[in-house]
Nanobody
Framework: QVQLVESGGGLVQAGGSLRLSCSAS????????MGWYRQAPGKQRELVAD???????NYADSVKGRFTISRDNAKNTVYLQMNSLKPEDTAVYYC???????????????WGQGTQVAVSS
């Protein structure tokens, strides 16, 4: 079995910073794309940023210039550095990964349990 475990959420004032981490554990052979999504109350889950194994990144327009996604392939870990946080960034943030498990012939999508980020004005 594979698990994605997130950490780093919390409460911060507007203009502050947080760093989220997500590590994959279990029978992981390789990880293709990894990313972060978020879901605010009453809204649909949306992509925040994602990153390929080779390091190519993609960001939602609302976070460009403020958030930075990175990964450590040796540690099967993805990070999200969030700077200049705004109240509208308040949401549950979910880690996502497309990965290959032992004995599997194709990638499987996994989600983390979510971590709360709250930004006060």
């Amino acid at each position: 079995q594979v698990q994605l475990v997130e950490s780093g959420g919390g409460l911060v004032q507007a203009g502050g910073s947080l760093r989220l981490s997500c590590s994959a554990s279990g029978r992981v052979v390789s990880i293709n794309a990894m990313g972060w999504y978020r879901q605010a109350p009453g809204k649909q889950r949306e992509l925040v940023a994602d990153i390929t194994y080779g390091g190519s990144t993609n960001y939602a327009d609302s976070v460009k210039g403020r958030f930075t996604i990175s990964r450590d392939n040796a540690k099967n870990t993805v990070y999200l550095q969030m700077n200049s946080l705004k109240p509208e960034d308040t949401a549950v943030y979910y880690c996502n990964a497309f990965l290959r498990e032992i004995y599997y012939m194709s990638d499987t999508q996994y989600w983390g349990q979510g971590t709360q980020v709250a930004v006060s004005s």
